[in-house]
Nanobody, 124 residues
């Protein structure tokens, strides 16, 4: 399975971006999907997760109310809508696919396949 992110870019503080994640080799609907991010000189941190059906979502506290994760299984896509962006949201954002949930949605080790990342830069 190859996971691919798109939609990153440069935006001013207060603006919005939508990241998309798709997969080849196997339909993305077979997986729960998470988004993580990594800023320079920091570790990768959990951002959001959506279940296979889309019925359950989880968010890191620092994005609640600003980011929304959704999926369109017919289009084989998971989206991360990011609103009210802040300079501290600047990071490389990664999409990851999870085939068998073991209860640790916020851990990188939960996820089986990772994309290469897409850069999000928020200017002040």
């Amino acid at each position: 399975v190859q996971v691919v992110e798109s939609g990153g870019g440069l935006v001013q503080a207060g603006g919005s971006l939508r990241l998309s994640c798709t997969a080849s080799g196997r339909t993305l609907s077979s997986y729960a999907v998470g988004w993580f991010r990594q800023a320079p000189r920091t570790g990768r941190e959990f951002v959001a997760r959506i279940s296979r059906s889309g019925g359950r979502t989880y968010y890191a506290d620092f994005v609640k109310g600003r980011f929304t994760i959704s999926r369109d299984n017919a289009e084989n896509t998971v989206n991360l809508q990011m609103n009210s962006l802040k300079p501290e949201d600047t990071a490389t954002y990664y999409c990851a696919a999870d085939l068998f949930y073991s209860g640790t949605y916020g851990s990188e080790r939960e996820y089986d396949y990772w994309g290469q990342g897409t850069q999000v830069t928020v200017s002040s």
